[in-house]
């Protein structure tokens, strides 16, 4: 998958881990132009979490990369929304409500 042919079914998959969509809810949150900081905007319970941070750097971010959700910058420590980005927004709205609103079975 890369950013330019993200599917439905695509952006489902990369949806189904908590860490990547509180990442890109946070983006939602941060408004024009979508920027976090590593570790400063993370939330806590990943920036203040050693193994949480590596994951991030080695499954988190190079998935919402190949999706185009996220632009990276390792050097500079910015995650910028990617090209893919607008057009999730209103799913990522919606899943965000719906985890909000309905609590899933067995969701912690």
């Given at each position: 998958?890369t950013?330019?042919?993200?599917?439905?079914?695509?952006?489902?998959?990369?949806?189904?881990?908590?860490?990547?969509?509180?990442?890109?809810?946070?983006?939602?949150?941060?408004?024009?132009?979508?920027?976090?900081?590593?570790?400063?905007?993370?939330?806590?319970?990943?920036a203040?979490?050693?193994?949480?941070?590596?994951?991030?750097?080695?499954?988190?971010?190079?998935?919402?990369?190949?999706?185009?959700?996220?632009?990276?910058?390792?050097?500079?420590?910015?995650?910028?929304?990617?090209?893919?980005?607008?057009?999730?927004?209103?799913?990522?709205?919606v899943?965000?409500?719906?985890?909000?609103?309905?609590?899933?079975?067995?969701?912690?």
């Amino acid at each position: 998958m890369t950013g330019h042919d993200l599917t439905v079914d695509g952006l489902y998959e990369v949806l189904s881990d908590g860490t990547r969509r509180r990442l890109l809810w946070t983006m939602l949150d941060s408004g024009p132009p979508m920027r976090l900081r590593i570790p400063e905007d993370l939330p806590r319970d990943v920036a203040d979490h050693r193994p949480r941070r590596i994951q991030l750097h080695h499954v988190h971010l190079p998935k919402l990369v190949d999706a185009g959700l996220v632009s990276w910058d390792d050097d500079r420590g910015e995650v910028t929304g990617g090209p893919t980005f607008d057009r999730a927004k209103p799913l990522l709205a919606v899943a965000r409500d719906g985890e909000r609103v309905t609590p899933l079975p067995g969701a912690v």
